[in-house]
C-alpha cells in the first residue's frame, strides 16, 4: 500500500466479480465497486479507504414501499435485476457494457466515463474531469466527485430549489434548515435534501445523477471556474463515501421514471386529501380557538365552499405563548374529541401539527430524557437545540424504542381522539452541536453524517402508527422536511414562503424540482 499524490495517482486492478458487480482495488488500499444493477442503472461505490463509512441507505427502494431497518446495506443489490454485461480489460483501461450503457474506467487514477446507447451509436453521457476527480488522500478527506461540464448541459432536480428550474450556473448547499419567508428567487438552502441531478444536454438528451449521501452535500454546477481544470460541476459531501447513481435516459420522463422507481413506490393519499384544505394559524392561536374554527365551518357553509380538510396547526398544543407536542390545550379545547367529531360531521378532516422536538420546559421532557429518547452526545447527554423561543431536544428516530414511543404517542394524543392523519412539521434536525451522535440503530453515527434521514424516519414512524390504528384506511401523511425516497411515505410541499406574485411564480417551479426528484405529491 502507497500514498496517493498527485504526480503518481492511485493504479487500480480487477480484483473481483460477482453478479451484478466488480471490484477494482487500488495500490493504495482504495476500493472502487461498479455496480451493473439495471440495464439502464450503473453504480460506483468508491471508498477511499477500502471500507464503508457511510450509513445504510434510506434512499435505495426500487420498487419498494418501505425500507426495514437499518436502512439499506451498501453493498446489498436485491430488487434489481442484476443483468448480463461484458467486461473488457486491458492492462490499463476496463469497459462495462450493458444494452443501454457503456462505463468506460482509465484504471491509472480512476477516470470514468458513461455514455448511453442511441440505436447504433454511443451517446456521451457524463465523463470525470480529466485531472484529479476524486479525493485520494490530497484533499480534506470528505467525498468529492468532479465531472467535466459542458457548456451546453442544463440541470434540473435537487428536490425544491429557489430560482429557475435550470439550475445550470449556481450553487447550492444540501442541508435542511427552517427558512421561514424564504426568498423563492434567492434563498438557499432549504428544507429537504435530494443531491439528484436530471442533466440534459445541447441536443435534449439526458440521464439521471443521483448521490446517494445522508450528510451536508454541496453541489456547484459552474458558479466555480478553475484555470487549471478545464470546465466541471463539482459534487461534494461532508462525510461518507462518493455512492454515485448513473441513469441513462435517453428522454427526462425514462429518466424522472426510473429514478422514483428506484427510491420507491410513491405513497397514494386519500381521495379526501385532493379536495380544498383550509389552514392559518390565527385560529389555534386566539384565546377562544375552539370558537375560531366552529366559525370557520360556519363560514364554508354560509358561502358554500367545498372543503374536505383543515390543517390544525400547532397552537392546540400550547401553554402559555410556547407549544408542546403531544399536548392539548384544555382551555382552547375541553373536549379534543368532540371537537375533532364536530370537523367531521361536517366532513372535514383535521390534519395537526406534531414537531419532533420536546422544549426544555415540556412537561414530558424529563421522562423523555430518561429513557434515552433524544439526539444526545457520546456520555448520552440530550443534546439542546435552539427551537420555536426555546431551546430543546430531538427525538432519535434511529433509536427503536424512540420511534415506538412516537408512534405512541401519535396513536394515544391524535388518532384515538379521531384524528386521520398527521402534519409532520419542523422537522429539518437543526442540530449543530458537533457532539451530537445518533443512535443509528445500534452503530452510533455523528449527526451531521445522517441529519436528512431523521425527517424521513420521523414521517414513517407517523405513516406507521395511522396504519396500526387504521388498517383499512389509507393514512394521510404530510412532511415539510425530508430527502430522497420521501415520497414512499408523506406528501410535502414548497414551506413557510411569502404571500406575494413572485412566491407563486417560483413555487411552480420548485414543484417541479421536486416533481423531476421523484416527489409528485407536494403543493
Known amino acids: 500500500m502507497r500514498h496517493a499524490t498527485l504526480s503518481n495517482p492511485p493504479r487500480f486492478a480487477l480484483t473481483a466479480r460477482v453478479p451484478g458487480r466488480i471490484t477494482l482495488t487500488a495500490d493504495t488500499g482504495a476500493v472502487a465497486h461498479m455496480f451493473v444493477l439495471e440495464d439502464d442503472i450503473v453504480r460506483l461505490l468508491l471508498l477511499a479507504t477500502g471500507t464503508v463509512t457511510s450509513p445504510p441507505s434510506w434512499a435505495i427502494a426500487p420498487g419498494a414501499a418501505d425500507i426495514a431497518e437499518p436502512g439499506r446495506d451498501r453493498m446489498d443489490v436485491g430488487g434489481f435485476t442484476c443483468p448480463a454485461f461484458d467486461c473488457v480489460a486491458t492492462e490499463d483501461r476496463l469497459t462495462l457494457t450493458t444494452t443501454r450503457l457503456r462505463l468506460t474506467i482509465r484504471l491509472h487514477g480512476l477516470h470514468c466515463r458513461w455514455e448511453q446507447r442511441d440505436g447504433d451509436t454511443w451517446r456521451p453521457m457524463a465523463a470525470d474531469r480529466p485531472t484529479q476527480a476524486y479525493d485520494f488522500g490530497w484533499w480534506d478527506g470528505r467525498a468529492h466527485h468532479y465531472l467535466a461540464r459542458r457548456p451546453d448541459e442544463r440541470f434540473y432536480g435537487l428536490g425544491d430549489r429557489t430560482g429557475d428550474t435550470n439550475r445550470a450556473g449556481r450553487r447550492f448547499r444540501l442541508t435542511n434548515v427552517d427558512p421561514m419567508g424564504f426568498d423563492a428567487e434567492h434563498s438557499d438552502p432549504l428544507y429537504k435534501s435530494i443531491p439528484y441531478l436530471l442533466v440534459a444536454d445541447g441536443y435534449g438528451r439526458c440521464h439521471g445523477t443521483f448521490y446517494d449521501s445522508v450528510a451536508d452535500v454541496t453541489v456547484d454546477l459552474g458558479r466555480e471556474l478553475d484555470n487549471y481544470h478545464g470546465l466541471y460541476r463539482h459534487v461534494v459531501a461532508d462525510a461518507g463515501d462518493v455512492d454515485l447513481w448513473m441513469i441513462a435516459g435517453p428522454d427526462p420522463l425514462a429518466v424522472t421514471r426510473r429514478f422514483t422507481w428506484l427510491t420507491g413506490r410513491p405513497a397514494l393519499m386519500p381521495r379526501w386529501s385532493l379536495g380544498y384544505s383550509g389552514s392559518t394559524m390565527t385560529y389555534t392561536d386566539a384565546p377562544d380557538a375552539a370558537v375560531q374554527m366552529a366559525s370557520f365551518l360556519d363560514q364554508c357553509a354560509r358561502h358554500d365552499l367545498g372543503c374536505t380538510s383543515f390543517h390544525l396547526s400547532s397552537g392546540y398544543t400550547s401553554i402559555g405563548d410556547k407549544r408542546y407536542v403531544f399536548h392539548w390545550n384544555r382551555d382552547k379545547f375541553p373536549d379534543p374529541a368532540a371537537f375533532i367529531g364536530s370537523y367531521a360531521d361536517a366532513g372535514v378532516r383535521l390534519v395537526p401539527n406534531i414537531k419532533p422536538a ?148 417560483y413555487n411552480m417551479r420548485q414543484a417541479i424540482g421536486l416533481a423531476l426528484s421523484g416527489v409528485s405529491n407536494s403543493g
Not at 369 to 375: P, T
Not at 382 to 404: K, L
Not at 414 to 419: N, R, V
Open 358 to 505: 420536546l422544549l426544555r420546559s415540556h412537561p414530558r421532557y424529563d421522562e423523555a430524557a430518561a429513557a434515552g429518547l433524544f439526539v444526545a452526545d457520546a456520555e448520552g447527554q440530550p443534546v439542546e437545540a435552539q427551537f420555536w423561543d426555546e431551546v430543546g431536544s430531538y427525538i432519535d428516530f434511529t433509536r427503536p424504542e424512540a420511534a415506538q414511543w412516537w408512534r405512541a404517542q401519535v396513536t394515544t394524543s391524535l388518532l384515538d381522539q379521531g384524528m386521520e392523519a398527521t402534519w409532520n412539521d419542523n422537522n429539518e434536525y437543526e442540530v449543530w452541536d458537533r457532539r451530537a451522535r445518533f443512535h443509528g440503530f445500534g452503530s452510533p453515527v455523528a449527526a451531521a453524517a445522517m441529519r436528512p434521514a431523521q425527517p424521513l424516519l420521523m414521517t414513517r414512524a407517523s405513516r406507521q402508527a395511522q396504519i396500526e390504528a387504521r388498517p383499512g384506511q389509507r393514512p394521510y401523511v404530510v412532511t415539510r422536511s425530508g430527502m430522497a425516497g420521501l415520497q414512499r411515505y408523506a406528501q410535502t410541499w414548497t414551506g413557510d414562503n411569502r404571500t406575494e406574485w413572485k412566491t407563486i411564480r
